[in-house]
Nanobody
Framework: QVQLAESGGGLVQAGGSLRLSCTAS????????MAWFRQAPGKEREFVAQ????????MYSDSVKGRFTISRDNDKNMGHLQMNSLKPEDTAVYYC?????????????????WGQGTQATVSS
């Protein structure tokens, strides 16, 4: 059973960048589809981006497309989310998620393993 841990959150001004990382332990990440979700205060957890096992396929929500890039390094057992041109509405706790199942990939219930989350705050 894989465990996930996010890092890299912080406070940044609008227009700035953050790079989030997801480190896996207890199993090889190469067998898992990975995704990033986020949850703002008072809102439901929402899909941000997803990447297939080999990194050959990616998918983004419309709200981050063109600004965020999801990637993975299976040799290092890590995933990343590069966030550029950040806006105040990107402020949220960001979660890394993984599953071995073949799924749609945009739903919370598609994923079996979750990290604890990392806070990203964008000031205006």
């Amino acid at each position: 059973q894989v465990q996930l841990a996010e890092s890299g959150g912080g406070l940044v001004q609008a227009g700035g960048s953050l790079r989030l990382s997801c480190t896996a332990s207890g199993g090889s990440l190469r067998f898992y589809n990975m995704a990033w979700f986020r949850q703002a205060p008072g809102k439901e957890r929402e899909f941000v981006a997803q990447i297939g096992r080999t990194g050959g396929s990616t998918m983004y929500s419309d709200s981050v497309k063109g600004r965020f890039t999801i990637s993975r390094d299976n040799d290092k057992n890590m995933g990343h989310l590069q966030m550029n041109s950040l806006k105040p509405e990107d402020t949220a706790v960001y979660y890394c998620a993984a599953t071995t199942r073949i799924v749609d990939g945009r739903r919370v219930n598609d994923y079996d393993y979750w990290g604890q989350g990392t806070q990203a705050t964008v000031s205006s």
